[in-house]
């Protein structure tokens, strides 16, 4: 991935219908738990991982999924996605690692950073408990052979990449190749 897109309000076209706190750990554990790495070469086993923690670990954002919920489909997407953007700081994997969080863990991790993959476990996770489908998106943007460059979450017709600057936006570039996953709701 390209690196991280710093939040910009006035580029901003909604507005957040959650309650928003200065703390949410009483919605959602802090773990030291739940981080898995392997090579960075390994797009199979990667994908293979974020989607065993997806659904496997979905459950630990039950109690924040709640809270973020709100009365349209793409609300509730623009609200996670604002979560994530506003509480969490993004940080590269160490080089040549994959390194793959579940929520738990993410939220453990969110003042030093994490990743795309482990954003997406994060909204993919959060869709489904709130019943919406859920799925994530693989996109090479260099054309380098199958080895992808970025992942991000989406549900229905809605785009939610923290990484973004923007809400229900992919990253400009020269898309070469998306491959989606798709997860379902509970």
Known sequence: MRGYAEYNSRR???????????????LINASKKGFYTHSADNLPKTLATVAKIIENDNFQVYKLAQHLKADTHKQSAYNVWHFLKMNFNYRFDTLGLEEIRDSER?????????DCEDFTVFAASLMIQMNYPAAMHVVDYDNNNGSYDHIFAVTGNYIIDPVWEIFNEEPTGDQKDKVQYEFYTN
Do not use: C, W
């Not at 901003?12 to 009483?26: A, G, I």
């Open 106 to 114: 993410s939220y453990h991790d969110r003042k030093i950073g994490i």
């Open 12 to 26: 901003d076209l909604y507005t957040p219908s959650y309650k928003q706190l200065n703390d949410y750990s009483h």
